[in-house]
Structures are given as C-alpha cells and as structure tokens.
C-alpha cells in the first residue's frame, strides 16, 4: 500500500519535493493533497503536479483523513506552529530543515510528537543520499582508524535574496547553508556533543550572520572546522580524515553524488526530474522520503539516522555558535 503524502506549502521547496517524490515508485509514494495559505496557490500546484485535493488553509489539510504524512515546506519561522497543527492532529511529519528556530522550539515539537504517538523527522536530506549511507558505513567498519579532523565549507552569494538577510524570515549563514556542515560533523562524530565551541563571524545590518567560521573540539582531541557565508562564493565540500585515511566530498556536500575515499572516486547517479527543478540535485530528496516510508512501515516514530536527539543537538550546537556570534531571533526572547 502507497504511503500518502500531504504536502503543506506551494513554494519552491516543495515543488522540487514533490517532483522527487514522483521519481519513487507510483505503488510506493501517492501524493494525496497540497495546502497552500491562497487556496489559488495550492490550485496551481495541483494542478502542475496532477494532485486532485488542494486547499487554501493548512488546517483543512490537517483534517484530511487520508493522509498518511505531512511534508512541511514551509519557511522554518513558521516551522513551530506549522508542526504542532500536525502533530496535534495525530499527523506523521516531515519538516525541512532547520526544524525550529531554536532549542526550545525543538523541544516543544519533539514533545508534541512524542505526546501524540506521531512520527516526525527533520527533512536534512543530506544524510540519506548514498554517499552519505556509504560515508556511514565506512566509519562504522573503520576504514578510516579514527577520525581525528573534519573540515567543512559552504559558500554562496546570497545577499540578494530577501530570505537569507531578513531576521524575521529566519535569515543568516549558519540556518541556511552552514547547517550542512554542522550537521555533517555531528554525523560523521555519531551525534556526540562537543566539548568546546568557538566561533568567530560579523553580521548583516539586518542583525543575521553573513560569515563565520566555527571550530569544535570533540572528545579523545577530535576535531572539527567548519565556514559558512551567504556573502561569498565558496568550496561546497568536506573532508573527514582519520588515522588510516580520508573521505572527500569535493563538491556539493549537501546533495553528493560523488565520494572520494583515499583518492579513488565513486559517483552515484541521480533520476531527471519531469518537472524544472528550483534547487541543485533536489530529486535527491527522493530518499529522505523513501525513509520516512519505511520508518512508518516498521511502526517507528523517529527515524535512527535523523532522530529526534540528532535534531535537539543540531538545535543547541546552532544556539550556542549564534550566542558566540551575536544572532539573536525574536523566537529567542519569548
């Protein structure tokens, strides 16, 4: 039986969700309603995507009984209300990343699953890309001897996009593009909180972080370094290098489909889109999905690979970097 999917928000991210979802199988995957806040809005995209119930509130999606799980697109200040309707509404949940604004707002939507028995993950799609299962598997069989340094970049001149320098739109390096890197370290470190946090950048006048650069030490003298802009083009990759050797992702470390281990490279192929996509390699998205249909098969409420605990720490390690930097959201003063 298909596993069906509600898709809540009609803008970009979902629109290349939605496209990746339709590269899984039709048995599989079955997209059932979009809810958008302008009922024409969510008309449009049914209409696009061949989806036969669109809505013009999100709580009408809430109560549509045939729907198995909710793909939250919304942008992530809105995250926190727009998952306590679902899970409130006994709904199984996919949100994208950054679940909420900070750790308190990632406590509270953890709670509210937990409470209603639901499922519910943070969509960082990264971690279900091959290259990423593979990086996994690597470090869990010791190929590497032990990791001692991990080192990220991610880089893009994004000051145009309102998004990304407005604060009540949640803007700034580290939740947009410097999120990939950290939660990659804390991956590659198997969810293990650092012993220390140093971080240095400067701010737009908009009061959100255009640069920094974040350098962690973990137990047993790991390390890990990582640099985020929205100002500047930069490398997109990252390196993980251990006592027998190294795994290199040179380029788009967000969405891999090449994996460099001790310098030999595999690359790992993505489906076309039937649709133009907004963003690079979004049909990858189509594995996170095929993961939250499996959790849901096994009658799990957390998936192991992004769980709840991989969520609050992304959560806490992002509020304590902004602290050092001085980001400071209107969701951090109530």
């Keep these: 039986m298909a596993t069906r999917w509600g898709i809540c928000g009609a803008g970009k991210i979902s629109h290349d969700f939605t496209v990746a979802l339709k590269s899984l199988p039709a048995e599989d995957h079955q997209i059932v309603a979009v809810a958008a806040r302008k009922l024409e809005d969510a008309q449009g995209f049914a209409k696009k995507h061949s989806i036969s119930r669109a809505?013009?509130?999100?709580?009408?999606?809430a109560r549509d009984p045939d729907i198995d799980v909710v793909y939250i697109g919304v942008i992530h200040p809105y995250h926190l209300k727009t998952c306590l309707l679902f899970t409130n509404a006994k709904k199984n949940v996919l949100c994208e990343k950054p679940l909420a604004m900070n750790s308190r707002e990632v406590q509270e939507i953890l709670a509210s699953a937990k409470k209603n028995n639901v499922f519910l993950m943070e969509a960082v799609w990264t971690r279900f890309f091959p290259a990423s299962v593979e990086t996994r598997r690597l470090l869990a069989e010791g190929e590497l001897g032990e990791v001692k340094m991990v080192r990220?970049?991610?880089?893009?001149?994004?000051?145009?996009?309102?998004?990304?320098?407005?604060?009540?739109?949640?803007?700034?390096?580290?939740?947009?593009?410097?999120?990939?890197?950290?939660?990659?370290?804390?991956?590659?470190?198997?969810?293990?909180?650092?012993?220390?946090?140093?971080?240095?950048?400067?701010?737009?006048?908009?009061?959100?972080?255009?640069?920094?650069?974040?350098?962690?030490?973990?137990?047993?003298?790991?390390?890990?370094?990582?640099?985020?802009?929205?100002?500047i083009q930069m490398p997109k990759n990252i390196i993980i290098v251990g006592t027998k050797g190294t795994i290199h992702i040179p380029e788009h470390m967000w969405c891999p489909t090449s994996l460099k281990v001790n310098g030999k490279e595999t690359q790992y192929t993505l489906?076309?889109?039937?649709?133009?996509i907004n963003f690079f390699n979004s049909t990858g998205m189509r594995y996170e999905a095929e993961e939250v249909r499996q959790c849901l098969l096994k009658g799990l409420k957390e998936s192991a690979v992004m769980s709840h605990a991989d969520s609050l720490l992304l959560a806490e390690v992002e509020d304590e970097i902004r602290r050092q930097v001085g980001v400071v959201y209107n969701q951090d003063c109530q």
């Design 55 to 61: 809505y013009g509130s999100y709580e009408e999606l």
């Design 152 to 231: 990220s970049e991610f880089g893009a001149p994004l000051l145009h996009v309102p998004r990304r320098v407005q604060k009540e739109l949640g803007g700034g390096a580290l939740l947009d593009v410097g999120i990939y890197c950290l939660q990659y370290i804390l991956m590659v470190y198997n969810g293990e909180k650092p012993e220390s946090i140093q971080a240095v950048g400067f701010c737009q006048d908009t009061g959100v972080d255009e640069t920094m650069v974040v350098t962690m030490k973990f137990s047993n003298n790991r390390m890990a370094v990582f640099t985020c802009s929205v100002g």
């Design 271 to 276: 489906p076309e889109p039937y649709l133009p």
